[in-house]
């Protein structure tokens, strides 16, 4: 299946559109629809619940997207923060320089490299360094002293606030904080969709752990964070870990491990899973001269925490939840986009069979009984089957349908979306069907 398939129905539907569209896009930047924008809310709902409600070790924080410029120095952004870049200066086209040696065949001599554009061989530049970050200016003046970035990651807002944060809810090390936030990359090459853009969100949880107890809470972790995407409805079989090699390794990390998706366009990353052992925090003592030790009571003396980083980009979750779901079902002649029912953006569509005889107001009871506990849509126009099939693109798991026999018995139509299943329900009973069925999807 084509990654374009995706981005057409996106489109169609309300789930992404392209940023500026009338002005012919912008810079590999995308805009969520209605539909998109509550199932990436759902995702990171989620995502939020499992960190902070069910760990009770683990609290929220959301920090500022533009901070003081120290923090990038400190981080190693400043310094860093680079991909190498190869262009092709026959046609001009631009690559990461480590995409093309994986490409082609591990090799690294660039007069020897084809152009995946053009063809051309020979005319590809020697790998040069980009920063990525994005940079602004503070205030009306724009000078050298006022300079400021758009923050690339959210963690360094993370360590930056956790004293604060640990002295003001007295927690004990091992904790964590959770942050949910836009972070921008002026990446060089923007590409698959939403896979890889400027703008994007990360769901990043830092967990605070006594040196020596950082490897075991690594693959604490590691566990705790593929498990999660069972939640989202996620075909297992199209998630797998990948370590990072020596030379893969980045300049903060000790051990670090991506969770990688099947996309259609191959296995890519959605989270990175790092043991950033105390690099971050020697590094903020050093450029803020601030300690940054906590106390250790049993022990009676002062240390510096590892850090074992869960990073997942949003934006990159919900490619994957979409392309997960994306399902022809030929037998039927019918899209149907098939979302874990806890996730899907639209939980059930409310159709009176005709406009007349009653049935319309009866599906306003219906919906008014069903709004306070599921998103809830409701539906008259054209033929039943129509409905239900546009429905089913936009992945509403339960479809239900008032007919002449309502007026007579209080019962109402359940379709069920995969299947196309229809139970007759009591009225009375339908917000327990409906939660069932969730249940055991
Ligand atoms: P990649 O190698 O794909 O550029 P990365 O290793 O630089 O990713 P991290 O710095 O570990 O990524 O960031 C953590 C997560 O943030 C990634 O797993 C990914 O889901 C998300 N992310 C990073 N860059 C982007 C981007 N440009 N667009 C969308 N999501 C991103």
Known sequence: MSIDKIVSLCKRRGFVFQSSEIYGGFGAIYDYGPLGITLKNNISQLWWRDMTQLHENIVGLDSGILMHPKIWEASGHVGAFNDPLVDCKECKSRYRADDLVEKDNKNTEWIKIQCPKCGTTGKLTEPRQFNLMFKTNIGPVEDDSNIAFLRPETAQG??????????????????????????????????NFIFRTREFEQMEMQYFVKPGEDDKSLNEWKQKRISFYDQLGLNSSKLRFHEHGKNELAHYAKEAWDIEFEFPFGWSEIEGIHNRTDFDLVQHEKFSGKKMEVFDQQKNERFLPYIIETSAGLNRILLAVLSDAYWEDKDNDRLVMKFHPKIAPVTAVVCPLVKKDGLPEIGRKVMDLLKPHFITIYDQQGSIGKRYYRQDEAGTPFGITIDHQTGEDNSVTLRHRDNQQQDRVDIDQLVKAINDSMENY
């Open 158 to 191: 993370i360590y930056v606030n956790y004293l604060l944060t640990q002295n003001a809810l007295r927690l004990k090390v091992p904790f964590g904080i959770a942050q949910i936030g836009k972070a921008f990359r002026n990446e060089i090459v923007a590409r």
